[in-house]
């Protein structure tokens, strides 16, 4: 499936959870991750996620696809991360 | 449609970016937005967005989806915003 994360999160966990969610995903932007993923990726990425984070202050946001079929993404100014791109 | 829009712009324009945004979608966490939005709309913010960015460092990622069928979003942590909460 194809899943947008953005987080929100302390910042004495921000390089700790990029570092984390980018082991399964691309960094697209500031707090910003896309890409294909298995669910049970998923899982694992969000239990990683739950560890590592203070859930009473911290926010993450995982917005999951089925089909990218009906989805359009369009940037408007810089591009700064996204596929390929090593970062 | 249904779109999420996330930014990353400098400093001095972020409340601008912001409060742009916000007459069209809901704020649901730092630099994320959501909601539906009428294609007349999306043009009209994107124009809005053009206009007060500096557009050689700022930079804004629209994904847009015909239906939300295939769908699915789960929040870890913090629900900081969303619909029907006035922020």
């Known amino acids: 499936m194809f899943v947008i994360l953005v ?3 302390g910042e004495k966990r921000v390089a700790k959870a990029l ?3 980018r082991k399964y995903l691309y960094w697209v932007q500031n707090s910003v991750l896309e890409g294909e ?4 990726n998923l899982r694992k990425l969000k239990d990683e996620l739950k560890k590592l984070s203070d ?3 911290d ?3 995982f917005y999951s696809f ?3 079929k009906y989805y359009d993404r369009e940037i408007i100014g810089v591009k700064k991360g996204g596929q390929g791109l090593f970062l």
Chains 1, 2 share one sequence.
């Open 7 to 9: 987080y929100d999160v």
């Open 55 to 57: 859930e009473s202050v």
């Open 37 to 40: 993923i298995s669910e049970a």
């Open 59 to 61: 926010s993450f946001i």
């Open 19 to 21: 570092k984390t969610a």
């Open 66 to 68: 089925r089909t990218t």
